[in-house]
């Protein structure tokens, strides 16, 4: 019988073993991101990661903002995606791309981590 300690050490051996490439929802407290799946929803003043591990990963993003703030685009920085939208919603998909492209295959295994992020600006409340 497994005790708590043992299922922990076996729980921690799996999440290393799953390589992948990260997504990190980054999302201020003007608002939240809701996920089409909702299994990535992220709730603002949060961030959510979310491994994506093979060419399956595909997910719609969108920034809602909360009253007194409106969405003002996508962050633009380095590894961020989705910046140079001012549309509330961020499609991100893999499906498509080329099982056994070199290139896909060596990001997927990289561990790189990539970004959305949500600006919002605070307009008041009336």
């Not at 949060?46 to 009253?67: G, I, M, Q, W, Y």
């Not at 633009?76 to 919603?89: A, E, M, R, T, Y």
């Not at 080329?98 to 981590?113: K, N, R, W, Y």
Request: glycine share 14%.
């Amino acid at each position: 019988m497994f005790n708590s300690v043992t299922k922990c050490l076996i729980l921690a051996g799996m999440a290393l073993a799953i390589t992948g490439c990260k997504l990190e929802v980054i999302v201020p407290s003007g608002g939240d991101v809701k996920s089409e799946s909702s299994t990535r929803d992220c709730g603002g003043g949060s961030l959510c990661e979310h491994n994506v591990t093979d060419l399956t990963f595909s997910e719609t993003f969108t920034a809602v903002a909360r009253p007194g703030y409106v969405f003002t685009g996508w962050n633009k920085g380095h590894g961020f995606l989705c910046g140079d939208s001012v549309d509330p919603v961020c499609n991100l998909s893999l499906l498509g791309v080329t099982e056994g492209d070199s290139g896909v295959d060596a990001l997927l295994a990289s561990g790189h981590i990539f970004y959305v992020m949500p600006q919002f600006r605070f307009v008041g409340i009336d």
